[in-house]
Antibody, heavy 123, light 107 residues
Framework: EVQLVESGGGLVQPGGSLRLSCEAS????????MDWVRQAPGKGLEWVAR??????????EYAASVKGRFTISRDNSKNFLYLQMNSLTTEDTAVYYC??????????????WGQGTLVTVSS | DIQMTQSPSTLSASVGDRVTITCRAS??????LAWYQQKPGKAPKLLIY???SLQSGVPSRFSGSGSGTGFTLTISNLQPDDFATYYC?????????FGGGTKVEIK
């Protein structure tokens, strides 16, 4: 059974940093593109970052709103996906979801999502 | 970035109704369009991909159509479990973008 479990969310002050983790199980993580998607309280979904699969050298993409502040990475030996978030602002307050791209190339949407982890940026 | 515009933002319907949600892209996205259902406090669930392909395990009352810039999600014979918020998403180009959502409420 495919499972994605996020952790690492919490309360952080503006300007601070936080690292989110996503533990994947039930599939070979390195075969899939893996992304982070966020949702501010009461708002819609916003794509944050992508890590392509091993066949595509784990290259990355970022939303303009987080580029230069957030870094997506993997530890494929442990089936973990990470999101390092620096220089956080109140605009980054959201539930962060880890999501798997449906097939082994990027031209598919997300077929599995984690339960989400809440990041609150506030003084 | 490609803008995705959903309409309506809210829709009131009754069990058994047929409902249609529209999603328009600011430029052609070929058929790289997905639809998700989200319930409060839960992660989104994939319903439709490649504009009209039904994800495994999703009831056949859900269907998608369209191409280029205009797409629709249709729910025939609306069931109590279908009252939720629906999002479209384009995955044709970066940044990947979602529509603003359509909340389907009980009339």
């Amino acid at each position: 059974e495919v499972q994605l479990v996020e952790s690492g969310g919490g309360l952080v002050q503006p300007g601070g940093s936080l690292r989110l983790s996503c533990e994947a199980s039930g599939f070979t993580c390195s075969d899939h593109y893996m992304d982070w998607v966020r949702q501010a309280p009461g708002k819609g979904l916003e794509w944050v970052a992508r890590s392509r699969n091993k066949a595509n050298s784990y290259t990355t993409e970022y939303a303009a709103s987080v580029k230069g502040r957030f870094t997506i990475s993997r530890d494929n030996s442990k089936n973990f996906l990470y999101l390092q978030m620096n220089s956080l602002t109140t605009e980054d307050t959201a539930v962060y979801y880890c999501a798997r791209v449906r097939d082994s190339d990027g031209w598919f949407p997300f077929d599995y999502w984690g339960q989400g982890t809440l990041v609150t940026v506030s003084s | 970035d490609i803008q995705m515009t959903q309409s309506p933002s809210t829709l009131s319907a009754s069990v058994g109704d047929r409902v249609t949600i529209t999603c328009r892209a600011s430029q052609s996205i070929n058929n790289y369009l997905a639809w998700y259902q989200q319930k409060p406090g839960k992660a989104p669930k994939l319903l439709i991909y490649q504009a009209s392909s039904l994800q495994s395990g999703v009831p056949s009352r859900f269907s998608g159509s369209g191409s280029g810039t205009g797409f629709t999600l249709t729910i025939s014979n609306l069931q109590p479990d279908d009252f939720a918020t629906y999002y479209c998403q384009q995955y044709n180009s970066y940044s990947l973008t979602f529509g603003g959502g359509t909340k389907v409420e009980i009339k």
